[in-house]
């Protein structure tokens, strides 16, 4: 198995851009989250998938944030207009039971 | 919600010593302990777990323990190795399907 898959691996834009981060959770795995980290709030869950459905978006941080799963082997956080602050690595995770996590390579997120 | 103190945030010790990460968590309702690696520029991975009807696991030089009573659990390793270092997190679960994330503890190994 190739693991949960993120693309793409660096991103760097300017403030004010759309971001679109992209997963492919392991498949037969039917709960996919998102997560942001960075050195001043660590591990920080932002959203989570269960069979496709959003099930906790409580923490995203603000209406710039959205994410999807259209379909259980995609998903997409995207953030319009970015912001500096937004800079940070975005994880994506996938598990077959609601505890044990699998995480992806991370997404590094630059905004000028 | 559930809240997760790690401690230290950051360990240095000398090749073969043994190192010990501790965390607490807040609540009594959390059933499942996972310790995860972090090197740099990596994924955190997940190295070794515990579920809430067993005090203590071992995996090789790693092993873990969990006091339910006290609210707290350990990672401990044996015959540190410089490839040991990395930053460790643990964490607890909260409700069904999520993880609260402790914040870290950076361990430095020195040959």
């Known amino acids: 198995d190739a693991g949960v898959i993120q693309s793409p691996r660096h991103e760097v834009t300017e403030m004010g851009q759309e971001v679109t981060l992209r997963c492919k959770p392991i498949?037969?795995?039917?709960?996919l989250f998102w997560y942001r980290q960075t050195m001043m709030r660590g591990l920080e869950l932002l959203i989570y998938?269960?069979?496709?459905?959003?099930?906790?978006d409580s923490g995203m941080p603000e209406d710039r944030f959205s994410a999807k799963m259209p379909n259980a082997s995609f998903s997409t956080l995207k953030i319009q207009p970015s912001e500096p602050r937004d800079s940070a690595v975005y994880f994506c995770?996938?598990?077959?039971?609601?505890?044990?996590?699998?995480f992806g390579p991370g997404t590094r997120l630059t905004v000028l | 919600g559930e809240n997760v103190e790690q401690h230290p945030s950051t360990l240095s010790v000398q090749e073969g010593d043994s190192a010990v990460i501790k965390c607490t968590y807040s609540?009594?309702?959390?059933?499942?302990f996972p310790w995860y690696k972090q090197e740099l520029g990596k994924r955190p991975q997940l190295i070794i777990d515990?579920?809430?009807?067993?005090g203590e696991k071992k995996d090789q030089r790693i092993a873990v323990t969990l006091n339910k009573t006290a609210k707290h659990f350990s990672l401990h390793i044996t015959e540190t190795q410089p490839e040991d270092s990395a930053v460790y997190f643990c964490?607890?679960?909260?409700?069904?399907?999520?993880?609260?994330f402790g914040k870290g503890t950076m361990l430095l190994v020195s040959p």
């Open positions: 995770a996938s598990s077959s039971s609601p505890d044990t996590q699998y």
């Open positions: 498949s037969g795995h039917d709960y």
């Open positions: 998938f269960n069979n496709n459905v959003p099930i906790d």
């Open positions: 609540d009594s309702a959390s059933n499942y």
């Open positions: 515990i579920r809430s009807n067993v």
């Open positions: 964490a607890a679960n909260e409700g069904y399907s999520t993880l609260t």
